[in-house]
C-alpha cells in the first residue's frame, strides 16, 4: 500500500411530515451500480465540516445544516492511496432539481430499508447504522 489520506463525508437524511426518515446516496463517478454516500477531500480554506457540505451539494445536489460529525470513520483504497473518512451528519433542508456533478453521478433519496440493500461496503454501511440509530433518536 502506497500513501493515506484523509477524507470527510456527509450522510445527508430527511424527515417528511409524516416523521418518515430518508436518506441520500449517490454512485461515484466511476460506477452508477455503486452507492454511497457524498464525499471527497478536505479543502484547506473551507476546513473539515464545510468541505463535508460542499461534498453534498456538488456531488448530490443538496443543502442543508450539519448536525454532527460522528464518532466513526470508514477505510477505502484506491489507485495504491489508503483514505480515512470522517462522517458528519446533515439535515438536507434543499435538494436541488440540478447540481454540479449531476450528468457524472446517480442520486437516490431511499428509506433506510433500501440503504441497507444498496449499499454494498461493509464499512459504509456500518457507519450507516450508526448515523441511523443518531438521527432515529433525535428525529431533528
Known sequence: MGSKKKQVGIIPYLINKSGKIKYVLVTPKYSKNYW???KGN??????????AAEEAYEE??????????LKIQYRY??????????L?????????????EQDERKRFIATPEQVEEMITDKSILKAFRKAHKIVSKSKK
Open 60 to 69: 448530490a445536489g443538496l443543502k442543508g445544516i450539519i448536525k454532527s460529525k
Open 88 to 100: 458528519y451528519l446533515m439535515k438536507v433542508k434543499e435538494v436541488l432539481e440540478s447540481w454540479d
Open 36 to 38: 454511497i454516500f457524498p
Open 42 to 51: 478536505i479543502e484547506k480554506k473551507l476546513g473539515p465540516q464545510k468541505s
Open 77 to 86: 483504497e484506491k489507485f495504491a492511496t489508503e483514505y480515512k473518512v470522517d
